[in-house]
């Protein structure tokens, strides 16, 4: 089973130096069909403009993952932990027993990022932080593990719970596979370029739904990004 959800039918707050658009309730959104998609809470969309950002502010007991499409992001923290992520990387945040941090953009021109929030499997442990490079051009084999909680998948930012987040650069006309347990479930957004999913179109910064299915294939109709999160 698959479920568009087009970008126009997200929850929307502009609030100048930051546009924003919620795959799922938060904030001043709300909607009880939108609340979650198995353990995925959030998947916002947000512009952040030259110059501005989050200020310092609390988490705690959450998987906060920051996927930046375009531009950079700086985070800096309360564990002493100060980082930059730019386009087509990603950083993990563990918020665990609790972490206040900032993340802004200091550069001259917008940021664009995915932030993905999935629910632990345990709460009590310490907080963390880390980022990690994956250039978009070391891709093109299909999708590429970022962040997993999940055994087998070293050489990716962990996490602390079952849950991947995986990504792929396709050229127009190229496609990729994705197995999945049909137990489980995923939700996937390109983040450029429109593509096809199983027979579904999908244009950039749309949500697909995934449920009940055991393989996904991603055909690009032209040049796309994809991001795809598996999830108990």
Not at 36 to 65: K, T, Y
Not at 166 to 190: M, N
């Amino acid at each position: 089973m698959l479920q568009l959800r087009p970008f126009n039918t997200l929850g929307a707050a502009n609030h100048g130096w930051l546009d924003a658009h919620h795959h799922f309730s938060f904030a001043e959104y709300y909607d009880p069909a939108r609340m979650h998609w198995g353990n995925l809470r959030v998947w916002n969309d947000d512009i952040i403009a030259a110059g501005s950002g989050f200020p310092p502010h609390p988490h705690r007991d959450m998987e906060i993952i920051t996927y930046v499409r375009e531009g950079a992001i700086t985070h800096e923290d309360n564990l002493g932990n100060k980082g930059r992520t730019e386009a087509g990387d990603v950083q993990v945040m563990s918020a665990g027993t609790g972490i206040a941090h900032s993340e802004y953009n200091q550069e001259d021109s917008e940021a664009r990022i995915f932030q993905i929030w999935i629910v632990p499997e345990r709460t009590g442990d310490a907080p963390s932080w880390g980022t990690r490079p994956f250039p978009k051009g070391e891709r093109g084999e299909g999708f590429v593990t970022l962040a997993s909680g999940r055994d087998g998948d070293e050489g990716s930012l962990p996490i602390r719970t079952d849950a991947r987040l995986v990504a792929a650069t396709l050229r127009a006309g190229e496609t990729a596979e994705y197995r999945f347990d049909p137990k489980r479930r995923g939700y996937l957004v390109p983040a450029k370029g429109r593509i096809e999913v199983n027979g579904l179109q999908a244009n950039a910064r749309d949500g697909v739904a995934i449920a009940e299915e055991t393989l996904l294939q991603v055909t690009a109709l032209e040049d796309s990004e994809i991001v795809l999160v598996d999830v108990a």
